[in-house]
């Protein structure tokens, strides 16, 4: 099973920084990496697909690059509505597997 | 934009069964992969198990393999998944969410999730 390591766990940043999350696979994925934003007690939901596509209603201060085996998601001009928690995802190959997490807090 | 709706979660016994259910509304349901994700208390996500549209196809994850089936029914618009064999280690939310195809994709929409768990 390929593996996704994300970093950091977690992250405290103030309204109006710019964060960097990253990704890494443990073999080469091409460009199948998707990222999802989870609030509490609810479902996540789909940011950006195939590393740079970002989903329908995804404000543009949202990006994604990466290619292979090390990914990127940043946000820029953080609001206060972008304080979750992040996952990235391969679809490369069966099974799908997510990174841990990064939780991302208010300072 | 499509909308799911899962249902069946519950308490149950170790060893026990149980049967999830998804409600899509998308009139062309069956031109879609459909997936289960689960979400373990406080923790991450775990794919589960993947469906093709019209059913043939279909992949779980080791955890589960051998205990879990996942079905559809395109008519009705709905997704299954039958859990036998419960562990305390299945406890979750299980979520239901849709794909373009069985690989290759992504996970979207989302629905809202059912609680299961699994304990005597």
């Known amino acids: 099973d390929i593996q996704m390591t994300q970093s950091p766990s977690s992250l405290s940043a103030s309204v109006g920084d710019r964060v960097t999350i990253t990704c890494r696979a443990s073999?080469?994925?091409?460009?199948?990496l998707n990222w999802y934003q989870q609030k509490p007690g609810k479902a996540p939901h789909l940011l950006i697909s195939?590393?740079?596509t970002l989903h329908t209603g995804v404000p543009s201060r949202f990006s994604g690059s990466g290619l292979g085996t090390d990914f990127t998601l940043t946000i820029t001009d953080l609001q206060p509505d972008d304080f979750a928690t992040y996952f990235c995802?391969?679809?490369?190959?069966?099974?799908?597997?997510f990174g841990q997490g990064t939780r991302l807090e208010i300072k | 934009e499509e909308q799911l709706l899962e249902s069946g979660g519950t308490l149950v016994r170790p060893g026990g069964s149980l049967r999830l259910s998804c409600a899509a509304s998308r009139f062309t349901f069956s031109s879609y992969a459909m997936n289960w994700v689960r979400q373990a208390p406080g923790k991450g996500l775990e794919w589960v198990s993947t469906?093709?549209?019209?059913?043939?196809?279909?992949y779980y994850a080791d955890s589960v393999k051998g205990r879990f089936t996942i079905s559809r029914d395109n008519p009705k618009k709905t997704l299954y998944l039958q859990m036998n064999s419960l562990r305390a280690e299945d406890t979750a939310v299980y979520y239901c969410a849709q794909s373009v195809a069985v690989a290759g994709s992504w996970f979207d929409p989302w629905g809202q999730g059912t609680l299961v768990t699994v304990s005597s």
């Open positions: 469906i093709s549209g019209s059913g043939t196809t279909t």
């Open positions: 073999e080469s994925i091409s460009n199948y």
């Open positions: 995802q391969q679809s490369f190959s069966k099974p799908d597997t």
């Open positions: 195939t590393t740079t």
